[in-house]
């Protein structure tokens, strides 16, 4: 059994930063990809950033240049540094993991990201 863990979220002004992080445990694999997704109030889920185990990166075109995501060197954590955040970054920030020789997805519970001043 694996389990995602996020950790770093928070209250923060606009302009301010936050690095959220997100550390499996369990059953450890290999986890191909890993990357976050963000659900706003009353808006469908979209995706924020994607890293393979290559450092391979996506972000979402309106992210660019303001969010950065990043491995541990054990693979099976993942960061978002997230710059110059705007009130419409407020949104439940969630990870995942995909293991292509099994093709499961798992999903971490959220931590709640709000930028507010």
């Known amino acids: 059994q694996v389990q995602l863990v996020e950790s770093g979220g928070g209250l923060v002004q606009p302009g301010g930063s936050l690095r959220l992080s997100c550390a499996a445990s369990?059953?450890?694999?290999?986890?191909?990809?890993m990357g976050w997704y963000r659900q706003a109030p009353g808006k469908e889920s979209e995706l924020v950033a994607t890293?393979?185990?290559?450092?391979?990166?996506n972000y979402a075109d309106s992210l660019k240049g303001r969010f950065t995501i990043s491995r541990g060197n054990a693979k099976n954590t993942v960061y978002l540094q997230m710059n110059s955040l705007k009130p419409e970054d407020t949104a439940l920030y969630y990870c995942?993991?995909?293991?292509?020789?099994?093709?499961?997805?798992?999903w971490g519970q959220g931590t709640q990201v709000t930028v507010s001043s």
């Open positions: 995942y993991a995909f293991i292509s020789t099994t093709e499961r997805t798992y």
């Open positions: 369990g059953s450890i694999f290999n986890f191909n990809d």
């Open positions: 890293i393979t185990n290559t450092g391979y990166t």
